[in-house]
């Protein structure tokens, strides 16, 4: 088949050789979820397939290329692990639409650019791995007889693979065929050049072959361990320096990374490596020695304040420890313990909203009006509560309905406190989990809440509406240990589950596009919590405020042990901690964030 193919021959390459079922494909067999990302040539949605369930990512080109794109014919060729699979071309009137692998770890440049003022590079076995992903995908491309001609972080994407592995990093897919060309096209000039960050010298003479794309991954390896970037400057600048400069290595660079980019990034793409597997086996035999590096640190000059001495304490009226979570609605910041539920109020009053007699999952909407809890027990068949009578004092409350249920949709009064009450038929998905393992429940927006639950390998969010309709679920192949959700609708900050190889780590999930971004800080985290502004990681007796870009604005010291943190209102932070570890006493602080002169315009 000719290389520039018609819309027919390309749809009926890509059933015949993706092996995709045998009816007409069409986009009406998926639901659409959300945009994902625009490139200059394409908008890519996310979506699931109506049958399987299975997410896709969905890539409409918007417009054509200078030159005619042979993206759907080179991606139907390729199947490997390490190369964005095509699942089906979907041809219409109006052009076509390409069904890939979702890759909810983002591209390697956003990956990059998390916490972008923290001096912690990426550790060199995580460098190591990427690039040998990247490696492995473009021996499979290279051996299809295809050049990618555009190999930037932009167009490697990450995804978290159910397959175990030796370590929790990202599993790394070339992307993004917009540019690829097959290696015997007659035409052999590839007139559009990609990014010239990355292009190699020929490149700008319109040459390309498989010693270029090895180039490019020579500029990304050097961006990688180095921080920045061989070259830059103007397009026509970065021609003059590809083409005549020569690469600058610092002296933290070991000799044999040095040698292996002398290598890579050779001006004559002779004297690079012959093949991407070659250039895998000298990566290999990098050494991890990271003696020359100098160890990951905070900003300089970060400024720091006690949280102790800004916060003044608060009767907490016997609330009892532990907290399971702070979540902070319009009214004040809701306090949940797992068997009552409290709001201290944005004018710091304390009301009772809700006790149960048995232990339950509790969470609250985002903008205040219910709240659903659910039995933590399997075995029994009723959730008793005892709401108090008036809302002021909790000492004063009186049983005043018990009923028979597994769950409950309570509504919050306008006076802030507890008024209606639904009781819930538990469906399908909710009774399972009361058999799993339940992280938490956390409320989404005005009509639904995500179970959160995990085990020792994934994550499971299941969607649910706020009556306890089981509405769709989403997996994440990395498990984690806390979630709490931030400012930003539908989305959580959590921390990965630790392990004897894995410290936790920080990471943000977002639902709407599904994202999962690990936050890079050079600290050991313990705790997360989400402000209006942004987060704050707790580790040992400090604490790193973070913005909501995961930028790092300052450090907190005297944060009380284990404390939950989250803010009553944008000026101040409600700090619940335990007054010693024996007792279940609770003690409340609240600590004005004006007064602790963080550097933050409010
Ligand atoms: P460019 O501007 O680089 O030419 P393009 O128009 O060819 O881009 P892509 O790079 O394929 O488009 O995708 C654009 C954006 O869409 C990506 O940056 C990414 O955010 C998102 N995206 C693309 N493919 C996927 C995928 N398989 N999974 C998740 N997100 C994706
Ligand atoms: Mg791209």
Known sequence: MSPSGSQSDIASQATSSQATSSRANSLSDYRLLALVGQGQFAQVYSAVHRRSGRLVAIK???HARETESHEPLVMCKLNHP???????IITGATGYQLVLDYCEGGTLRSHLNSTQNIAAPLPIIEIKTLISDILKGLSHIHRNHIVHGDLKPENIFLTYPSEPRKHRYPLAKIGDFGSARPLRDPSHSHKEIGSPTYAAPERFEGQSSPASDLYAIGVMLYELLVGDRPFSGTPEALKKAHQTQSVFFPATLSSSAQSLLTTALHKNPRKRFRTAAA?????QQLSEDTENLPPPALPKGLSQSSLSQAAIAIPSHGISAPIASLTTIPQGCCIATDRSLHLLTRRRELLSIARFRQPCWITVSPNGKWFVAISKQPTTNKIT???PSTNKAISQHTVSQYRESKGMLGSFSARSGHQRRRFLTLTGPLLTALRSHTLQLIGLDARHFARISTNSTKTYIECFTRRSQFVGQMSLNLPLSQVIPTATPYQF?????ATARAPATVVIVTLKPFHVQPIRL???PQKVSALPWGYLVSYQRNALLLDRSAQVLNRLSEVPTGSAI????AHNLLIASTKTAAK???SLLVANVKSLNLDIIF
């Open 60 to 62: 409409q080109t918007r």
């Open 82 to 88: 390490n190369v964005v699979r095509c699942h089906e």
């Open 279 to 283: 250039m895998l086996s000298t990566l």
């Open 385 to 387: 509560t005892e709401v």
């Open 493 to 497: 900050i959590g921390l990965s589950t």
């Open 522 to 524: 050079p600290i050991e």
């Open 566 to 569: 989250a803010a009553i209102n």
């Open 584 to 586: 279940n006493d609770l």
